[in-house]
């Protein structure tokens, strides 16, 4: 064999070698699925324990903003506990890396303020319509900048909770296993069950939060990134709760800049569950899921996927 061949050989080597296969997770997806919202639970139950042992350091008061405090605190902990649970899953029973979360932020402030701006659009037009058709009535309007800007923070851990849980690791590990549309609308039935205990819920509340995880999910789907949906969650309860004054899927929580009456509790306005059982939102929700599709398909947003 001469030298000319000789230099050859490493070439050919590499060329017959084949790309390692991803490694194998531990579990079948129907058994990691469950799994993994079981576990959440169980560290938000231990996580949230821990916060009230260290609230009781905290000079109780009736203030407004320990209350806000309170339940910013107790969405921390879950918060918290949801993203150590993804990433324990991730990293040994997936065996992925946590960047499939899709928590890269790098280049996404377009995203957050796009998430932002729809939830306004959303609202400006369902709020306008609730109005012209006398479904609601102001009576009056008063603002707390103090409130608003703490209760943003609690909605904006809150929604990153649900959003790390339900789209960053449900429907992120669907979308490895099956159709992407099947698994956006599985991912929106997990969350919408995962509200079944809420106040004032009903069967139609229940659609329209079928319908939210759809309008959520949608740009994850094309993306694998979670700042878009975390910012529209965050602003969509914002602007429904402190701002309008509408109970926040079924429950009234902190005081609003418009205080509402219903003249009477009906499909339009949503009765005791806010606009979230409202047909006016059902009708929203449809249409913006629709058009968050369209403007991936036909190319929108060209970043690359997280």
Known sequence: MNSKQTKLLPTMDIEKQTTPEPPKPLLPLWATIPLYIITSFLFMGVFGALVLLLMQFIPESKSVYYMIGQMFASSASSLAAVWIAAIIFLKLIDRQPVSELGMSIKGRWKDCLAGLLFAIVLYIIGFTASLALGAIEITSISCDFGI?????????????????MVRGYIQGRLMTKMNKFLAMCIASLIFSVLHIANDNITFFALVNLFLAGLLLGASYMYTRNLWFPIFLHTAWNWIQGPILGYEVSGTKMFPSVINLHLPEENIINGGRFGFEGSIICTVLMIIGTALIIMWYRRGGSRTAQA
């Open 148 to 164: 608003l800007l703490s209760t943003f923070c609690f909605y904006f851990v809150a929604a990153s909770m649900e959003e790390v």
